[in-house]
């Protein structure tokens, strides 16, 4: 085991920068936030989903590290950010001492989370596919009140999807046998079908790692079992 905490990514300078300037980049493409906000959420559910399936205490971790850092690659380009920022993450990880071992399940993560190309390919990586594909919310979309305000519609359907969820939780049942994302949706901004146009790919993807770790994937939608 390395004493690389998750604690200490967090206050690494590369890191932070790596986070700041993808965020930017996607920022200036029109994409929703990939900020700290954004990866320090996916960190938090990586966490908890490892830690109620009863994982020690460093593979949570490493997941958290794993979440943390999985957007990076998006500095370079969004297209293969996730086999990028698993290249950018080795070198980061390496150069820090981490045992191969462990930045071996870091990287496969990372190079793993990406729809187009994702499979959970160990506990961390679905770990974190669930962690990044439920992060939808309101607050990622960037400045949509403008728009709205000026012609009272989202013309981007992905800002729009997102800024109708006005509450999302991901929670285990009680007998820790599914996990359950519920979504509160203002339909006046989008409907249930456009959702799915956008997210089935990744719910599914998520009903896929949530298997892998031996539990079921539910999706409720304003107090409607969807999935």
């Known amino acids: 085991m390395s004493n690389v905490t998750y604690q200490y990514i967090k206050t690494n300078k ?29 960190a938090d559910t990586a966490y ?8 020690d205490d460093r593979t949570c971790e490493l997941a958290q590290i794993a979440a943390y850092m999985h957007d990076i690659g998006n500095v370079v380009n969004r297209v293969g ?14 150069r820090l001492g981490m045992p191969a071992s462990e930045i071996a399940m870091i990287i496969s993560a990372i190079g793993n989370h990406d729809e187009t190309a994702a ?4 506990p961390i990586a679905a770990a974190l596919i669930i962690a990044d594909k439920s992060d939808v919310r309101r607050s990622r979309v ?31 049942s009680d007998d820790k046998k599914e996990l359950v994302l519920e979504l509160t949706i203002d339909t006046k901004i989008s409907s249930v079908m456009e959702y799915f146009e956008i997210f089935l ?3 599914t ?8 770790l031996g539990v079921a994937f539910g999706l409720v939608i304003n107090n409607s079992r969807i999935l």
Request: charged share 20%; hydrophobic share 40%.
């Open 14 to 42: 590369d890191v932070q920068t790596y986070i700041s300037l993808a965020d930017a980049a996607l920022n200036s493409i029109g994409y929703t936030e990939h900020s700290n906000a954004h990866v320090e959420r996916a």
């Open 142 to 172: 960037r400045a949509p009140e403008r728009e709205q305000a000026k012609t009272g519609y989202i013309s981007d359907i992905h800002d729009r999807v997102n800024y109708a969820v006005e509450k999302s939780e991901l929670k285990f």
């Open 205 to 212: 993807l998520c009903r896929t790692a949530a298997g892998s």
């Open 81 to 94: 950010h996730a086999q990028t920022g698993a290249v950018m993450a080795f070198r980061l990880l390496d």
């Open 119 to 122: 499979a959970p390919v160990t």
């Open 201 to 203: 790919g990744r719910m």
């Open 48 to 55: 908890l989903i490892l830690n109620t399936l009863g994982f």
